[in-house]
Every structure is written in C-alpha cells, then in structure tokens.
C-alpha cells in the first residue's frame, strides 16, 4: 500500500496547530550547540555536530511498568519544558551480551534522531534492530555516517524484547504482539513528527537486520501496519526462514522464523507455572514478578513472532505465498556466510567428519545421500565449514531468493549478497572456521557499532560508500539506481537468473550473482527435511 505523501504533510501541519508548531525552536549554529525541536509530546533539546543533529532518548510510548507490563504502548505524558535529548534512553530489559549490556529497566520506548542540519524535507530510514529478539537498542547503531552518505533522516529506536515483548499466556489478551505493536507506535511517532527533524513523513522506508529483518517482514505482512512505510529494507530478514533438524544447533527440531499463538500459549502457561503464576490469578502473578525473575525464566526459550493476534492475524508464509502483502517496493538480501557465526556458538568444539554424516542423516533422512554429494567434505577445509555451509544455503539464502521471488511479483524488489569474506570480526569465532561475510557483518559498512572497532580497510571504505549511497538512493525514490552508482536491475521473478547484486570490496567486487547456483537452491527446494 503507497501512502500519499501529501497527507502526512497535512497531519503535521495539524499536530503543529495543536501542539504549538513542530520545528526547530533553538538552532544553534556551531558543532557542539543545543537546538531544540518540537515534537508533539514537548519540546527536546539535542546537540548540533559537524553536518548532523542528534537527538536520543526520546519517548515514543509511556513506561510500560505495572499494570501496563504486557499492555499495548500508551502515548507518552506530555511535557512543556525543553526535554534533555542528547543521551540515549535506557535499554529494554535483557541480560548482557556478547557485545550488549545488561538493563533491568521498563521505562525503555524511546527513539534517536539523527539528522542533516537544514530543514530541507528527507527521506526517513526507521532501523528496526536485531539480536535475536533478546537483546540490543536503537542506541547500539551510530546513525552519523549514514544519515550524511545517505542525505537521510534516520531513526533508530528500542522496543521490548523477549518475555516482555512476546509472551503469550490466555490470561494476558494481547500480548502476543507488544513487541510489533511498539514498533508500530513508533513508525507513528516518525509519521507525526519527523518533519520537525527535516524528514519527510511520506517518505519513511522501515529497514531491520536480522531479528529486526524478520520484524520488517511482519509489517510488511501485517494489515495493521499498511499505511506506516513506504519502503522497505529486509537485511538478512527471512520471511521463509525454516530449518531443518539439527539446522540451529545439535538436537534442534525443525522449525519456522513465525510460531502460531496456540503453541506460543503453551510456552506461556509453562514459563508462569515455573513462576507460581497459576489459576486466575496468573496475570496479576505474572505482573508482579521482578524484571530480573522474569529474565530468568525467559533465557531458557526462544523467542520469535507469533501469529493469530491483530498485528498477524495469519501466517506470513501464507500471506506471503498468496502476494496480500503490503504493496511497497523492496530491497532485500543476505551475507555470503550467514549461518558461520551461528554454528560457531552451536558447536563450539567443532565437528567430526563421522558426526557431520550423522548430522546429515539425522536432518535429511533418505535425501542425506545428495546432500552429501553436494557438500562432500574434501571440498572445504573442516566438517564444520561444510555444515556451516549448507545451513547457509538450506535455511538463510535459498528461502530468502524463494520469498524475493514471490515479492518481486508484485512490487519492485532489488536482490543484494553481501560477500566481504575480510568483513572486520565483531564476534569470537569459538569453532575455529573462517567467519567470511558472517551473519550481521554488513552492520560494520552501515553504522558504527557502540562498543566495537571495525576498522575498515580503504576498499572496505569505499564498499560501505556505495551501500550507504545505494541504499539512501532507494529510500529517496524506490530505486537504488541513480548518478554515479553501481548499476543494479530489478529482480525479475521470471527469470532463468534472477538479478543478484554482490557487494564486495575491490575491483569488480560489485556485480551480479547466480545465487540460486552458487547456493545450491535447485537441491534445497526438492530436499525434504
């Protein structure tokens, strides 16, 4: 669905009436001076910077703490003096990370702004992040290089992760979806107020990576969120993600990115009856428990989204399959060794050459014989990289070309393989293979990652100038193509090739892709599992 832009104007212009015009009301005009903007909560105070604005911490949603705890995001509470902007707000509750920090705090759904300094209208990016739907904030991803490379507007944000944002339990109603729906407030919040920033509101492309990949792919399936973007990015997002036996680590069953709300329920009554939170009081049991309780129990389950609530009435696969889709163009990919890193921290001694047999047998059954063949071990150095590989192929990159397809169907889709096998290394590699162009390692070419040095070689440089650029182009028109960069066809769901960009440092590292032949998808769309 395509919003018009001249409606958003509209509305803001409205919002201004009643609030006291949005915009900037303090322009300070040197690097390091406070500028004050509008918004239609109050006024925030961020912080003026060589060829950008930042604001962080901003509320997009009141604190959901108390009785609120598992209740769809409320407006925030307004307020009428200048509101300190210039220091991100606090984590949503998660335990700490590989690379993120701990938070006990619900008092979390805010939003940072980062901007150009004049008030020229923008296209708007709205990053959604990952970490697996139990960890990360908006925060974690510097904004500063893209917004300038891109001539964007970008807006990051927190949302509540894990127990707190996709616990299902028959006594809660609807919390099943509080995880989208907060993502939902805050795509209204952009729509009523990024014009005060310099964005445009009728130009808002939603881009996420990974878990926020996957989130991207619910709104773009969602009824409820039609009319909230009018681009979108999917990084590494699968919409058909699925795996196989064995396929996310040893003795995993075969599943599915999306859990239908029944079986999500189950999970639910289990986790509060670990909890002592039984009979009618288990809501109200439930609500009292500590943040740091409720992390407990939840770090022993995955999380994902789940299906048969108002944000997902129905299973996205058959939304997708069926092309009722929200009808905004696409660009859409993976990295060249996604599943690396994840067998990695699965497997962490590594693999055997007899235990890689058993795994194939194991997850594959009577087609364990092809898949053999196709990934014999004396074509890779370790059992473990040629596991590794085929999870790549069978559960990231082959579903992703097979949902690419199905979206270039109906809107402009533009295919992408990032492919830097030199990518800097953010994560430790416990299994002793090559991470290559491991799963998140784009990250590092878009933003600067809180926390971590990657430092980026001078071709590595100019990779992430043409990404940042291209991306930027298509969230401006809808179309990466544009002066001065790299050429890149539409992905044509018909074709005996379809249109793949690879990403890769140096001469000739930007070019097309048969990513159905390098990935072996003819086997894995036959291969029962």
């Known amino acids: 669905m395509t919003v018009d832009r001249r409606k958003w104007g509209v ?30 909560s109050g006024p925030v105070r961020g912080v003026n910077a060589v060829g950008y604005r930042l604001f962080q911490g901003i509320p997009y949603a009141a604190a959901p703490v108390g009785a609120a705890r598992w209740e769809p995001p409320r407006p925030p509470a ?20 590989q690379i993120t920090q701990p938070s ?73 979806d509080i995880a989208l729906q907060d993502q939902q407030a805050a795509l209204r919040w952009v729509r009523r107020n990024v014009a005060a920033f310099g964005g445009d509101p009728g130009n808002v492309t939603l881009f996420g990576e990974s878990a926020g990949g996957r989130s991207v792919c619910a709104h773009v399936v969602s009824p409820s969120s039609a009319g909230l973007f009018d681009k979108v990015i999917l990084q590494s997002g699968g919409c058909l993600k699925d795996w196989p036996k064995n396929g996310i680590g040893p003795g995993s069953r075969a599943g599915s990115s999306w859990v239908s709300r029944a079986s999500a329920e189950q999970v639910g009554v289990g986790l509060a ?31 994902s989204p789940i299906y048969g609530n108002s944000v997902l009435p129905e299973n996205p696969v058959t939304v997708l399959h069926e092309h009722r889709f929200n009808q905004v163009p696409v660009l859409s990919g993976n990295t060249l060794d996604e599943d690396r890193l994840n067998v990695s921290g699965a497997y962490p001694q590594g693999i055997s050459a007899d235990r890689y047999r058993e795994l194939l047998q194991d997850s594959f059954g009577g087609d364990a014989d092809r898949v053999a063949d196709t990934y014999p071990l004396d074509a890779f150095g370790t059992p473990t990289l040629a596991w590794a590989t085929l999870t790549t192929d069978r559960v990231f990159v082959c579903n992703t070309l097979t949902a690419n397809r ?34 998140a390692s784009e990250l590092a070419y878009l933003f600067d990652l809180a926390g971590v040095s990657a430092k980026l070689t001078p071709d590595q440089e100019r990779l992430a100038e043409a990404m940042i650029r291209s991306w930027g182009r298509f969230a401006a028109t809808g179309d990466p193509n544009g002066p001065g960069l790299p050429q890149w066809p539409a992905l044509r769901p018909d074709a005996a090739v379809p249109y793949v960009q690879a990403f890769a440092p140096g001469d000739g590292g930007i070019r097309a892709v048969d990513l159905s032949r390098e990935h072996h998808c003819d086997l894995w769309n036959s291969v029962g599992s």
């Open 11 to 40: 509305l803001a212009v409205l919002v201004g009436l009643l609030v006291g015009a949005p915009g900037v009301a303090q322009a300070g005009a040197d690097p390091g001076d406070e500028v004050v903007v509008q918004t239609d």
């Open 78 to 97: 307004h307020w009428v003096e200048p509101r300190e902007a210039s220091t991100p707000g606090d984590r949503c509750p998660q335990r700490a990370g």
């Open 104 to 176: 006990v705090s619900e008092d979390c759904l805010s939003l940072n702004v980062t901007a150009p300094h004049d008030q020229t209208p923008r296209p708007v990016l709205v990053w959604v992040h990952g970490g697996s739907f139990i960890a990360g904030a908006g925060a974690d991803f510097d904004a500063r290089r893209l917004s300038t490379l891109a001539d964007a507007v970008v807006v990051t944000f927190n949302y509540r992760l894990g127990v707190f944002g996709f616990l299902a339990h028959p006594d809660l109603g609807r919390s099943s």
């Open 273 to 303: 009856t670990e909890l002592g939170c039984t009979g009618a009081e288990a809501a109200a049991c439930l609500r009292g428990k500590s943040v740091a309780e409720l992390l407990a129990a939840g770090a022993k389950l995955k999380w």
């Open 406 to 439: 199905l979206l270039a169907d109906r809107v402009p889709t533009f295919a992408y393989e990032f492919a830097d096998r030199e990518a800097p290394v953010v994560f430790a590699d416990p299994a002793g293979i090559p991470p290559g162009a491991y799963h």
